[in-house]
């Protein structure tokens, strides 16, 4: 069965990983495209590929196209008809075309970009990833999709090429209102855990011994285990990053206000997030909060 081939929008961390890892599994990767050209430029040259000077040269270029953007207004700047879009090269050079779709942003915005591609005759499919950049490059992400069967069924084996775990949660939306949950319920573990570390180094706790009881009690956690020892020692090299925690916390806070629920844990670690934004610190990684807790980092 000859593979499809690839291209993949927004080769950040998570992108360019998502790219190499493809290229390593046999994939034809004929093309990326970023916003900060020197990015795309230096993955093209690594992978063999070509660098893509706008994003409907992308489309021309490939089958299947990846997108990892940072949030809605990307999203939406990637897709709506304009001067340059992924939907608007020559007159049906989408239709046929499958769009996967993994960054973290709003479900409505996923229906948005379905709509758009089904009217150009392409397909699109949500796919959130609650995995890291490690995970990204081993191919061993966990990835929950959204959409229609039709576009499940076509990029179930390049996901699976990505993935340990694939889940197909439902229509286009559900795995997007999923994602947003488990980063919401993360983040705040998070914002709790460096409450918990720093009050136990105020006390005069030793905080190795303080982690090793929290592991083996109720205050367990598995951002105990990938968060804690960074926390305890000011070590914030970014996997997941502060400003990323705030947006994510801020989409979950959306669905919560059209259901009419008061999510007030969700709405007090959002403005920690956003408190490290302001700062200066968005570009730390989540576990980066502590800094706002510990007694004598500067950031009380």
Request: proline residues 2%.
């Amino acid at each position: 069965m000859i593979k499809e081939t690839i291209a993949v929008v927004g080769v950040g961390r998570m992108g360019a990983n998502i790219a190499r890892r493809l290229k390593d599994q046999g994939y034809s990767v004929t093309a990326v495209h970023d916003c900060q050209a020197p990015l795309a430029a230096a993955l093209a040259a690594e992978l063999g590929a070509e660098a893509a000077g706008s994003l409907a040269r992308v489309t021309e270029l490939a089958d299947v196209i990846f997108t990892v953007v940072t949030d809605d207004a990307a999203m939406h700047a990637i897709f709506q008809p304009g001067d340059d879009s992924l939907l608007n090269g020559v007159k049906d050079q989408a239709k046929g075309k499958l769009f996967i779709n993994c960054a973290t942003v709003s479900p409505s915005v996923h229906l948005a970009v379905e709509e758009l591609a089904h009217n150009a005759g392409a397909e699109s499919l949500e796919a959130c990833m609650a995995s890291s950049i490690t995970q990204a490059r081993e191919g061993s992400l966990y990835l929950m999709t959204g959409g229609t069967e039709q576009a499940f069924r076509r990029a179930e084996p390049i996901l699976w090429d990505l993935s340990i775990s694939l889940r197909h949660i439902g229509s286009t939306g559900r795995a997007a209102q999923v994602k947003a949950l488990v980063n919401m319920v993360m983040n705040v573990n998070t914002a709790g855990l460096a409450e918990g570390l720093g009050l136990g180094e105020a006390l005069g706790l030793d905080l190795t011994m303080l982690r090793e009881v929290f592991s083996q009690t109720g205050a367990s956690s598995r951002v105990l285990t990938t968060d804690g020892e960074d926390m305890q020692n000011c070590d914030h090299s970014c996997f997941f990053s502060a400003a990323h925690a705030a947006k994510d916390s801020g989409i979950a806070l959306e669905l919560a206000r059209d259901t009419g629920l008061s999510l007030p844990l969700a709405e007090a670690t959002k403005r920690q997030y956003d408190r490290m934004v302001a700062e200066g610190f968005g570009e730390l990684d989540k576990s980066g909060i502590a800094e706002l807790t510990f007694l004598g980092r500067g950031k009380q």
